[in-house]
C-alpha cells in the first residue's frame, strides 16, 4: 500500500502504523522515499543508540525499566469520545543519520529513535520505532500517532453505519467496488455532518441582498431555496468544492451505454479531501 501511495505521488509526509510482523524492510523503504514514520513494534524489539546520543541499549521494555519520573510526559493524543485522550509519554533519540545514505538523491539530518506510550489508568505500555527530520520534538511523534486511533474510529464507524465489511464478494473488483462506494458514503455524511455544525450565522436585516446570496452550499442550484432571488448569483462557498473521480473508463460488464465513459464524480466541502489510488 505504501510503495502504491509513494508511486501514485500521493502527498504524504508520515505513516503510522500497529504493530507489525517485523517492520525492518518497511523503515527502509520509508527511507530511501524520505518519508518520517512511527511504527508499532513489540516489546522484544531491540533499540540501540550511538554517536554523541545518550547511551540506550536493550529491548523496548527493558530500557523502559530503568526511566525515571522526569523521563515522562503527559501529552493528549488528540480528542476522545470522553475529551483528550491523554498518555505518558517517553522519547529517546538514538542516533542521526544522513538522508544520502539511503537515497543519494537526498540531503539532510534524519534522527532514529524510540517512543514509548504508557497508559494513565493501567500503565500498559506500547512501544514505537521512529523515523523524522532532526529537530523533531515528541509533540509531533504524538500527533502522528495519535492519527491512527482517528483512522480506526473511521473504520469501525463505517462498519457499524455503512456496511464496510457486509459484502460476500469473490473478486477483487467486486471488494474494492463495494469498499470505495462506502467509503465515498462516508465521505459525503462526513461533509454534510461538518456543515451541519457550523456555527449559527449571525441573524441580517430582512431583506438583505447578502443573506439571499449565502444560500447553504449543499443546496444544489437545481434546487435552490424558496427565497433565492431572481437573476444570476454566486454562491461564494461553492467556488471551494472539489470534484472528485470515483471511476473512469467503461465498466467491464461489456454495456457500451453513453454514460459509462463519463467519469463520475462527487463534490466535496472545502474541509475535505480524497485520493484513490488507481491501478
Not at 523503504?29 to 516489546?43: C, I, N
Not at 529517546?92 to 537526498?106: H, N, P, S, V
Not at 534522527?111 to 506510550?117: A, D, V, W
Amino acid at each position: 500500500m505504501i510503495e502504491r501511495a509513494i508511486t501514485a505521488d500521493v502527498p504524504f509526509a508520515w505513516v503510522a502504523a500497529d504493530t507489525v510482523y517485523g517492520v525492518g524492510d518497511i523503515e527502509m523503504g520509508l527511507r530511501r522515499a524520505g518519508k518520517g514514520y512511527v511504527l508499532g513494534v513489540a516489546s522484544s524489539h531491540h533499540f540501540g543508540s550511538w554517536g554523541d546520543k545518550p547511551p540506550v541499549a536493550g529491548t523496548a521494555e527493558e530500557i523502559t525499566k530503568v526511566l525515571c519520573a522526569s523521563d515522562w510526559k503527559r501529552l493528549s493524543a488528540g480528542e476522545g469520545t470522553k475529551g483528550p485522550r491523554l498518555h505518558d509519554w517517553a522519547y529517546f533519540e538514538l542516533a542521526d543519520m544522513d538522508a544520502g545514505e539511503y537515497d543519494e538523491t537526498r540531503s539532510g539530518l534524519w534522527t532514529r529513535g524510540l517512543l514509548i506510550r504508557r497508559n494513565i489508568a493501567d500503565s500498559d505500555l506500547a512501544f514505537f520505532t521512529t523515523w523524522a527530520p532532526a529537530g523533531t520534538n515528541i509533540e509531533i511523534l504524538v500527533k502522528v500517532e495519535a492519527h491512527r486511533w482517528t483512522i480506526e474510529d473511521s473504520f469501525e464507524t463505517a462498519k457499524n453505519e455503512l456496511g464496510l465489511d457486509h459484502n460476500e464478494t469473490r473478486s477483487w473488483h467486486g471488494w474494492h467496488r463495494h469498499v470505495a462506494l462506502v467509503m465515498l458514503a462516508f465521505a459525503m455524511t462526513a461533509a454534510i455532518r461538518h456543515h451541519a455544525n457550523l456555527p449559527t450565522p449571525q441573524k441580517r436585516k430582512h431583506g438583505s441582498r447578502d443573506s439571499f446570496n449565502r444560500a447553504d452550499s449543499l443546496v444544489s442550484s437545481r434546487n435552490p431555496p424558496h427565497r433565492q432571488p431572481t437573476g444570476p448569483t454566486t454562491d461564494r462557498a461553492r467556488q471551494h468544492h472539489r470534484m472528485v473521480s470515483v471511476a473512469k473508463g467503461p465498466s467491464s460488464c461489456g454495456s457500451k451505454g453513453p454514460s459509462q465513459d463519463e467519469a463520475a464524480s462527487v463534490m466535496l466541502g472545502e474541509d475535505l479531501q480524497a485520493v484513490f489510488l488507481d491501478d
